[in-house]
C-alpha cells in the first residue's frame, strides 16, 4: 500500500555563535485513507 502525503508550512530559524532555535509548522493534505493533521516543532540548541 502506498500513502501519497503533501505537507507546506512556514518555519522561522535563529542561528547565532553558539545558538540555534527553529519554530516549524506543517498542514498535511492529499492524503487518501489515513488522516490529515498539523504537525509543529520547535527546536532549541545551545553549544559549548
Not at 555563535?17 to 519554530?23: A, E, G, P, V
Request: no cysteine; hydrophobic share 50%; aromatic share 20%.
Amino acid at each position: 500500500m502506498v500513502v501519497l502525503l503533501f505537507a507546506v508550512g512556514p518555519g522561522i530559524w535563529y542561528n547565532n555563535r553558539n545558538l540555534f532555535f527553529s519554530l516549524r509548522s506543517q498542514w498535511e493534505m492529499g492524503a487518501k485513507n489515513k488522516t490529515e493533521g498539523q504537525n509543529v516543532w520547535f527546536k532549541f540548541v545551545i553549544a559549548f
